[in-house]
């Protein structure tokens, strides 16, 4: 079956997350598509495949400005930002400890409003530009363990909407996707019967793979998506449907 291939050539993108899972696939696709791309990670993969990296704790609002202003210095522009760093502490609730709490909030939802508002400043300038955050279908949903995930990506979601509102008429498009789970370094420890419980949840009997979450983030970054802003794709192979 044919794969849509958008080209970005002579564009300019950051994603966040690029050491691993769907930022890393995000990134290599980006670059195998002609953008000229640059990871923000904590860590640095072995294989950088074409993406040039920085070492930014996007939950750090100095280390998130200084990482951009150095992009800007060598690229002199800034066309997409993909935001796909993201952790998870899962502790039922009445258990959790303030640093769970804290630091989930901190990088999943702060951490994205710090890349935000600094990408926001840039494109506003320049006249247009494309932002899709990494949700979760636990940001729409209940999910037992995950109070400070679901609220962390509930909040990226209202988020996305307000930010889609406020850039729209710069020419600035914001949209997430809101995968299932998928098979990355996030959910390999899973205990076996939660995995399990989320094959059985989707249609398609199945739990997705990173290419497939950013095949639909690469299409609401490209010219295809045009007309589409403060929407929100599910990637979850029919867990929520
Ligand atoms: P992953 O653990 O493979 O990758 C996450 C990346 O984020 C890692 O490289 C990590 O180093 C980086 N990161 C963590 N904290 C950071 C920080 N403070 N600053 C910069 N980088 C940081 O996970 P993944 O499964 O690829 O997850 C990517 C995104 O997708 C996350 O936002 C996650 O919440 C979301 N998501 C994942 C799933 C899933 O099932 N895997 C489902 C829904 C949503």
Redesign the pocket.
């Known amino acids: 079956m044919g794969r849509l291939t958008p080209s970005f050539t002579g564009e300019v993108a950051i994603v966040?997350?690029a050491?691993?899972?769907?930022?890393r696939s995000t990134a290599s696709a980006l670059a195998a598509s002609g953008a000229c791309v640059h990871g923000?990670?904590?860590?640095f993969p072995d294989d950088e495949c074409g993406v040039r990296f920085h070492e930014?704790?996007?939950?750090n609002r100095e280390s998130v400005r200084k990482a951009i202003a150095e992009v800007v210095e060598e690229e002199g522009k800034l066309d997409h930002l993909v935001q796909?760093?993201?952790?998870?502490r899962d502790r039922a609730l009445w258990k959790l400890e303030p640093e769970e709490w804290s630091s989930v909030l901190d990088?999943?939802l702060s951490?994205a409003f710090w890349m935000l508002q600094e990408a926001a400043r840039l494109m506003r300038g320049a006249g247009g530009g494309s932002i899709v955050h990494?949700?979760?279908?636990?940001g729409m949903r209940g999910k037992f363990g995950q109070a400070n995930y679901a609220a962390s990506?509930a909040g990226l979601i209202g988020l996305t909407r307000a930010a889609a509102r406020e850039l729209g008429p710069k020419g600035i498009r914001v949209n997430a996707v809101a995968?299932?789970?998928?098979e990355?370094?996030?959910?390999a420890a899973l205990p076996e019967a939660v995995r399990a419980k989320a094959v059985a949840e989707t249609s398609l009997g199945r739990l997705g793979g990173?290419e497939q979450v950013s095949s639909a983030i690469l299409f609401l970054l490209s010219d295809a998506a045009a007309h589409i802003t403060g929407e929100i794709i599910r990637v979850d192979g029919g867990q929520m449907s």
């Open positions: 966040t997350g050491g691993s899972g769907i930022g923000f990670d904590l860590h930014v704790d996007v939950s796909a760093a993201g952790i998870v990088v999943n951490g990494v949700a979760s279908i636990n990506k995968p299932g789970m998928i990355t370094a996030m959910t990173p």
